[in-house]
């Protein structure tokens, strides 16, 4: 496996691009981090997070306590402004509903050379707070990659946060960092090794909902496991 190296032009741009999200957050709204001394000292993991709209990734990014690795929607780069921010912050694009198998090199070279990545399991925004199911790609990656999976919860980032924002309501946003969890191991083979890895997607949706008000657990209403 190719040892990942982060460009230095990334490097670079992300000592400022993380503190300007930071200080914008903190002006716009009311922000609460908890759950960051459950962050693994050392090692690689997967920080998973529940993904309501654009402004998850970076309130997670820029409140991060070292810097995350990201999968980012392909169909964002092709947006102005939002598209140039992710470049220059050094997101990886995931081109959804495809098999991609030099996105899977990439992401077990940033897990294996001892770095973070932030990823969504349910493969897109729900633009709406109810959690959608998982799809079982983060179930694969834990799989193949041995690391362990930090559930985070987001609340507040609905798609009207701008708006609100705007009219200085400072609407409250947070974010909830659960302990690390190691998945079960994916037995079997074909379907049911298929099945497996849906089995741990939906565990880490499962951790992510218990850090999430009833109203977030969508899909997962009444499987909640609580922190």
Request: proline content about 9%; overall charge positive.
């Amino acid at each position: 496996m190719t040892h990942y190296v982060v460009p230095l032009s990334h490097r670079l741009h992300r000592i400022w691009i993380k503190p300007a999200f930071r200080m914008a957050f903190r002006v716009l709204a009311r922000v609460r981090i908890s759950g960051l001394h459950h962050i693994p000292l050392a090692g690689p993991y997967v920080a998973a997070i529940n993904h309501i709209s654009l402004y998850d990734p970076p309130l997670a990014v820029s409140f991060w306590p070292e810097n995350l690795e990201v999968v980012g929607a392909s169909d964002v780069f092709r947006k102005k402004g939002q598209g140039t921010l992710l470049r220059l912050y050094g997101v990886v694009p995931v081109h959804r509903g495809e098999y991609d198998r030099r996105l899977l090199e990439t992401i077990f070279a940033i897990l294996q050379s001892g770095r973070p990545l932030l990823i969504a399991p349910e493969g897109g925004r729900s633009h709406v707070p109810a959690m959608r199911r998982a799809l079982p790609g983060i179930g694969y990656i834990v799989e193949h990659a041995h690391v362990p999976v930090l559930p985070v919860g987001l609340v507040g980032t609905t798609d009207d946060f701008w708006q609100r924002a705007r009219r200085g309501e400072r609407p409250h946003v947070e974010m909830r960092i659960g302990r690390p969890i190691v998945t079960p191991p994916a037995s079997g083979s074909g379907t049911e090794r298929r099945l497996a890895r849906q089995t741990n997607a939906d565990l880490v949706m499962r951790h992510i909902a218990g850090l999430l008000p009833a109203e977030y657990h969508g899909v997962y209403a009444g499987q909640a496991i609580p922190e």
